[in-house]
């Protein structure tokens, strides 16, 4: 039996256009998703859409509307973008599908009946642009006296009935669970900031709403639909099959990594595990929360103007180029600006120069000299030995750096080793050897069709695209393509087909 492997992703709110801040979250799981199934486990990976709540509905009066026909169209927009992103995943959740509503509200009854859920009066700040609550102590006051959340967006008071759920009383829970699994949190920073948020004391969460209905109604409880975030939350075990324990998709939880951006990890660091322990259903394992994306220096924002449209970024580049750009460009748990100069040098020196002209180089050498035939191995010399040892030792390298997200880190190890090809291949110089010595030549080749498979074969979860071909034009059956397969070697003499440039470089289009 393989082992099983659960992943997600935020699921995004419809209120707008995706751009790619969304593509980025979903890119990052997409990469641990391909290289859990390459690395041979079972693996589930959902995404999807977050439809309920004000700023949704908001959002669709504006455009003129009605909630549902609204959402089904920014939806598949997402839907759309994701698929276009090369984003692999099992299953497309939508809150407003029947099967989340029934999940939900069975989530609700088994809260209520474990007595952390009562009914009062909410009093206080609200951000609709967060469809978040605030305490009076996190606002801070603008010059013109409105007062802002600590994201930026404005609040309002609201005042209403509703139920809440008793989170002060999970406390020390939460305390124990971040002490006992350390990893829970990453990275440490936002561990600690999780940490210090909850020893600071936690009042109970307003969990219903009563002056608007777009949201799941609260089982007998005529008026009330659920606060958006305990519905969004429970799209993870929804999908699951929730509350039906002999669905097909149930042995998958708990999540063993929940994606997030670091301004959704209070939510899911501290919320959620407090409504599953209230639930008795069993705990995530990790949330995996990363920085966010400027634009040269500027957040984007729709007033600036400077929103960037995934698609339209894959237009000009290539997928597998924004992809490797926004994996390597900053490290996971940071922030990092994102500019055209700044991707251009990504494509033309990493990607066109060490990878591209490395297998070109080499695929052309034994196009020519050896008859497109992958070469014998040789007697193997000290260098050959070296660079054999450094791609071998990639797969445990990397597989560490994928459990931790630090996925800057693992392009960084197999970069290494390209560079270091790079240098054996103009020390051996085989194309002199073509004229001295062809037995070492043919050695010499099969090192370098080695180590270029180690490599592609490694970084199939980031380029998946592009790896494919790289692996085609060396000759690596499908069946072999998963990191088991790299301890068959191929026979020598596979027929090789013609080789063919990979990256392109990227050269300005003429003004
Ligand atoms: N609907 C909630 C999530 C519910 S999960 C149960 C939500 N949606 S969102 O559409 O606003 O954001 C989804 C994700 O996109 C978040 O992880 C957020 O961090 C990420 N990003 C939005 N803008 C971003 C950048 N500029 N850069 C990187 N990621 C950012 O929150």
Redesign the pocket.
């Not at 992703?9 to 709110?13: A, R």
């Given at each position: 039996m393989k082992q099983t492997f659960f992943l997600t992703?935020?699921?995004?709110?419809v209120n707008g256009a995706p751009?790619?801040?969304?593509a980025?979250?979903s890119i990052c799981a997409d990469v641990l998703a391909r290289f859990k199934r390459l690395d041979g486990h079972d693996v589930f990976f959902l995404t999807g859409t977050?439809e309920h709540g004000q700023k949704v509905e908001k959002a669709a009066h504006d455009a003129g509307v009605d909630p549902q026909t609204f959402t089904d169209r920014i939806s598949a927009d997402f839907r759309a973008m994701t698929d276009a992103m090369g984003v692999s995943y099992d299953d497309w959740i939508r809150t407003t599908e029947e099967r989340h509503k029934r999940s939900t509200q069975e989530l609700w009854r088994r809260i209520a009946a474990s007595g952390n859920i009562y009914l009062g009066h909410y009093e206080g700040w609200y951000a609709v642009r967060d469809?978040a609550f605030y305490d009076e102590t996190e606002l801070t006051t603008r010059p013109d006296g409105t007062k802002v959340a600590p994201s930026g967006a404005p609040v309002e008071w609201v005042r209403e009935p509703s139920y809440f759920f008793k989170l002060s009383a999970f406390q020390d829970k939460l305390l124990e669970l971040y002490e006992s699994q350390p990893d829970f949190v990453a990275p440490t920073s936002r561990r600690n900031e999780v940490m210090s948020f909850v020893r600071g004391g936690l009042l109970d969460l307003s969990i219903s709403r009563t002056t608007f209905n777009w949201g799941i109604p609260v089982p007998d409880a005529p008026g009330h639909v659920m606060y958006?975030?305990l519905d969004?939350?429970n799209?993870?075990v929804t999908a699951c099959g929730f509350p039906d324990d002999t669905a097909p998709r149930w042995h998958y939880w708990p999540a063993d990594v929940h994606?997030?951006?670091?301004?959704?990890i209070r939510?899911?660091a501290v919320y959620w595990p407090a409504f599953l322990m209230a639930a008795g259903l069993p705990l995530p394992r990790r949330v995996s929360s990363?920085?966010?994306?400027?634009v040269e220096g500027e957040?984007?924002s729709k007033s600036l103007g400077n929103v960037i449209e995934p698609r339209k970024l894959v237009e000009t580049y290539g997928l597998d180029q924004i992809r490797y750009f926004l994996l390597r460009e900053k490290p996971f748990g940071t922030d990092g600006s994102m500019s055209h100069p700044a991707i251009v040098s990504r494509i033309n020196v990493e990607l066109a120069n060490d990878l591209g002209n490395l297998a070109q180089r080499s695929l052309s050498l034994i196009a020519r000299n050896c008859g497109g035939l992958l070469p014998a191995h040789g007697e193997p010399a000290e260098p050959d030995l070296v660079l054999l040892a450094a791609a071998d030792a990639l797969l445990p390298a990397v597989r560490g750096h994928m459990d931790r997200q630090t996925f800057h880190e693992a392009l960084e190890e197999i970069w290494k080793v390209i560079r270091a090809a790079n240098a054996y291949i103009d020390h051996q110089a085989p194309w002199a050897l073509n004229k001295t010595d062809k037995v070492r030549m043919a050695a010499v080749l099969r090192v370098l069709a080695d180590t270029i498979r180690t490599v592609a074969t490694l970084l199939q979860p980031f380029m998946p695209g592009s790896m494919a071909r790289m692996l085609d034009q060396l000759g690596v059956p499908d069946d072999l393509r998963g990191f088991d397969g790299l301890a068959t070697r191929l026979p020598a003499e596979t027929v090789l087909p013609p080789p063919q440039g990979v990256f392109p470089r990227y050269v300005e289009p003429a003004a």
């Open positions: 992703t935020p699921i995004y709110y751009h790619i801040g969304h980025y979250t977050d469809e958006v975030w969004a939350l799209n993870y994606f997030v951006g670091k301004d959704i939510f899911h990363h920085g966010w994306w400027v957040k984007m």
